[in-house]
């Protein structure tokens, strides 16, 4: 996590990141998935610059470039496309794209691809035939970057919304209440949307759509082959977080799945089946839960759903030592977790009960610090992606911009 310096002009966005409680990889297959937004967010600052050039700063992942605005026009023909019709890119543009950011053709390295996505997505939304805008561009998060809660989705949506409104392609932002936050038409929210898929589609390849969906939507979401619905009562749930820092991409851990898939598709198409049911089962005792009052039993279908997710994950080959830690230090205590994302490293959250003993999650806590994991309770849900609004001429510059 870095800062950025802070500057007063410019455009400031943020998208949060998500927790997937049912359905990751089974999602990629057109099965339901179940997912919330979280309180961690990713922040985009767009700035003007008279240096006829783009600078893409990164700091979170490393990065820090800056191209001419000659070279970009001279390498390039633009526009790639109509930006209200958001479309991949080809092939042989996206190998184009990453010969001029200097990067392999077959390159692993998913930081790489937080370039290549850049450059797609603004030459895509922000150059006309005859301009490309001087822009600085500056990213930074509270995210963990590839542990599974989205962060990759949260960068694309920001990239999408701060692009698409600095070209005025959205309408103007509305602001929220009183705040000084604004959102989109339903109609600017689709395109910002579009656009975030588009960019996870650059880092992952093959993306159900679901993390982009949430970091703009925001909220819970029951989320199958496209189709999103609000899931508007979600029981308040207890959760911890918990980061083992094992890196891991969501790229190779989706493409090891496929090969998995199309080795034993008759073992792991029913395993990608249970876990939509699970899914199903899940929403539904949400549902009860939120017609009468919670009980003990809810809960430990609740518990068991986990457990039994955690299972077939660990079958289609996506869980780690340090995952599989996680579960047994929390099994040991009477709580359940399961990975979230696409594992393989990353985050597992845990379910807590009502009536949990706090030295029960004290104990948890303490086990996991001393095996090196991060470890916090978080609420889910809370708003997609936002402007941040300069209502003084100043913005209310959030935690990762610093005003010294
Ligand atoms: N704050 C950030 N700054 C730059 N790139 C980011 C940032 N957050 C995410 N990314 C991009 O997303 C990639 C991680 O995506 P992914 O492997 O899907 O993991 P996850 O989405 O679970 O965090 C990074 O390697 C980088 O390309
Ligand atoms: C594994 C998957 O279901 C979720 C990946 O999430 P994340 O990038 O690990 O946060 C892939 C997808 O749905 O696109
Ligand atoms: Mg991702």
Redesign the pocket.
């Known amino acids: 996590m870095s800062q950025i310096p802070p500057s007063d002009d410019g455009i400031v966005v943020s998208a949060p990141g998500k927790v997937i409680l049912h359905g990751e990889h089974a999602v990629v297959y057109g099965k339901r998935a179940l997912a919330a937004s979280l309180n961690l967010r ?1 922040f985009l600052r767009i700035t003007s610059n008279s240096s006829h050039q783009v600078s893409l700063r ?1 700091p ?2 490393g990065v820090s470039v800056t191209w001419s605005l000659g070279e970009l026009q001279e390498t390039f023909t633009l526009p790639f496309c109509d930006p209200m019709n958001p479309v991949p890119p080809s092939a042989d543009l996206l190998a184009q794209v990453k010969k001029f950011a200097g990067i392999e053709s077959d390159t692993v390295n ?2 790489q ?2 370039v290549v996505t850049f450059l797609y997505l603004f030459l895509s939304i922000s150059a006309t035939h005859k301009n490309i805008p001087s822009l600085t561009i500056e ?3 509270n ?1 963990p ?11 694309s949506t920001c990239l999408a919304s701060s692009l698409l409104q600095h070209r005025r392609l959205t309408s103007v932002a509305l602001q929220v209440d009183k705040s000084n936050t604004a959102t989109w038409s339903d109609k600017d929210i689709k395109l910002i949307n579009q656009w975030a898929f588009i960019g996870e589609k650059v ?2 390849g093959n993306p159900s759509g679901i ?1 982009n969906s949430v970091s703009t939507y925001g909220g819970a979401l029951n989320f199958q082959a496209g189709n999103i619905t609000p899931i508007d009562r979600v029981p308040q749930l207890r959760i911890l977080l918990l980061n083992t820092k094992v890196p891991r ?3 190779f851990m989706v493409a090891g799945v496929k090969d998995r898939y199309n080795k034993y598709p008759e073992i792991i198409g029913p395993v990608l089946d249970s876990i939509e049911g699970i899914s199903q089962c899940c929403e539904r005792i949400f549902t009860e839960m939120d017609k009468g009052t919670p009980t003990q039993e809810h809960y430990d279908t609740l518990k068991d759903l986990i457990d039994i997710n955690q299972n077939h994950l660990r079958t289609l080959g996506v869980s780690h030592p340090a995952l599989e830690r996680v579960c047994h230090v929390t099994q040991s205590h009477g709580l359940y977790s399961k990975l979230t ?2 594992g393989g490293g ?1 985050c597992a959250f845990t379910l807590v009960p009502p009536g949990t003993c706090e030295d029960v999650i004290g104990n948890i806590r303490q086990e996991l610090k001393e095996l090196g994991y991060d470890c916090w309770e978080t609420t889910m849900g809370g708003p997609g992606v936002l402007q941040h609004l300069s209502l003084d001429g100043t913005f209310p510059i959030p935690a990762l911009f610093p005003r010294n």
């Open positions: 990713t990164l979170d992942i998913t930081k691809l937080a990213v930074a998060s995210l970057t590839g542990a599974g809660l989205g962060s990759s989705a949260a960068f880092i992952h993390d991409s969501t790229k994302g696409a990353g």
